[in-house]
């Protein structure tokens, strides 16, 4: 049974940083794509990040130059660092992981996602 747990969530002022964290556990790590998601009130669930099994990355434009999306594979956890934070990140965050090991290209849409989080609140505060 595959397992995602989000961690690292919590309240930040404008400017300031905070760090996601995702464990994975129920496949094989290391071939699978991780992706992270959010939703803010009244609002779908969007891309953030994501990071292919081969270490590509992808990054929404309001996030580009701010977050980082890293994995490390012998502890089966992605991380998202968050610089820079604006009132607008402010939401839900869900960790995901790809329905298909080593698949080519990079996802954004959720559909090919099969396995997520609860998800962590992320408050910025202006």
């Given amino acids: 049974q595959v397992q995602v747990v989000e961690s690292g969530g919590g309240l930040a002022q404008a400017g300031g940083s905070l760090r996601l964290s995702c464990a994975a556990s129920g496949l094989t ?56 934070l ?17 698949r080519v290209g990079l996802k954004t849409t959720r559909w090919f996602y099969d396995y997520w989080g609860q998800g962590t609140q992320v408050t910025v505060s202006s």
Avoid: H
């Fill in 29 to 84: 790590f290391s071939t699978y794509a991780m992706g992270w998601f959010r939703q803010a009130p009244g609002k779908e669930r969007e891309f953030v990040a994501i990071i292919s099994w081969s270490d590509s990355t992808l990054y929404t434009d309001s996030v580009k130059g701010r977050f980082t999306i890293s994995r490390d594979n012998a502890k089966n956890t992605v991380y998202l660092q968050m610089n820079s």
């Fill in 86 to 102: 604006k009132p607008e990140d402010t939401a839900v965050y869900y960790c995901a992981a790809d329905g298909r090991p080593r």
